[in-house]
């Protein structure tokens, strides 16, 4: 079965500050990979998503993940974080093929100080 | 648009007792999943429907049934509810079942098995 990694469970940063979350999958496959977000009390929205062409995608926000085939990684980023950025992030990825199932990684929690 | 709704918005039962838990989208999606999220955990399928007429289990579909009444309407329910089943529920549409298929999520509801 595929699983989805996010190692980073915790991070504080501080304005202005850059972020990079990671995000491995397993599976050997041809994979769609997303990012959701989920700010403080409301529900999730998509960040970015990837499932072909350019291993680098832009999402909202100002936010960009790029796709390495050769690590199965997707991991997110952000060149200088707002106090607004925080929030819970998580990866997902469904399979090529498999249906529309996602599978989500555990979740980073980002706290961004002001 | 008000894309994907969920009652109720919070919910405690006592161990035992049943309950449904209702989603609707408004965007015309063939496609409709229900998951819970626990902390530390991200979120899971429970149960999704490709398309209207057709459900299939998910990754922890036990203790749970569900019902696609119409295209827009896509029920959860727990028979006897158990302290496990604490915790919040996402209800997502897609516009089809292929897997690069965004998915839209409610808002979620929060429940409390005693």
């Known amino acids: 079965a595929q699983s989805v990694s996010q190692h980073n469970h915790h991070v504080i940063l501080s304005e202005a500050a850059s972020l990079e979350l990671g995000c491995n999958y397993s599976y050997g496959g041809t994979v769609n990979l997303f990012w959701y977000v989920q700010y403080p009390g409301q529900h999730l929205q998509l960040l970015l998503k990837?499932?072909?062409?350019?291993?680098l995608v832009k999402g909202i926000k100002g936010f960009e993940a790029e796709f390495i085939k050769s690590k199965f990684s997707f991991n997110l980023r952000k060149p200088s974080v707002q106090w607004s950025d925080t929030a819970e992030y998580f990866c997902a990825v469904t399979k090529t093929g498999g249906g529309n199932k996602l599978t989500f990684g555990t979740g980073t929690q980002l706290k961004v100080e002001l | 648009n008000a894309g994907v709704t969920q009652t109720p918005k919070f919910q405690v039962l006592k161990t035992g007792q049943s309950m449904t838990l209702q989603c609707a989208q408004d965007?015309?999606?063939?496609?409709m999943y229900w998951y819970r999220q626990d902390p530390g955990m991200g979120l899971r399928l429970i149960y999704y429907?490709?398309?209207?007429?057709?459900?299939d289990k998910g990754e922890v579909p036990n203790g749970y049934n569900v019902s696609r009444l119409n295209k827009r309407e896509f029920s959860l329910r727990l028979e006897s509810a158990a302290p496990s089943q604490t915790s919040v529920y996402f209800c997502a549409s897609s516009e089809d079942r292929l897997g690069a298929s965004t998915q839209y999520f409610g808002p979620g509801t929060r429940l409390t098995v005693l």
């Open positions: 990837y499932f072909s062409g350019d291993p």
């Open positions: 429907s490709a398309s209207e007429g057709t459900t």
């Open positions: 965007m015309n999606h063939n496609s």
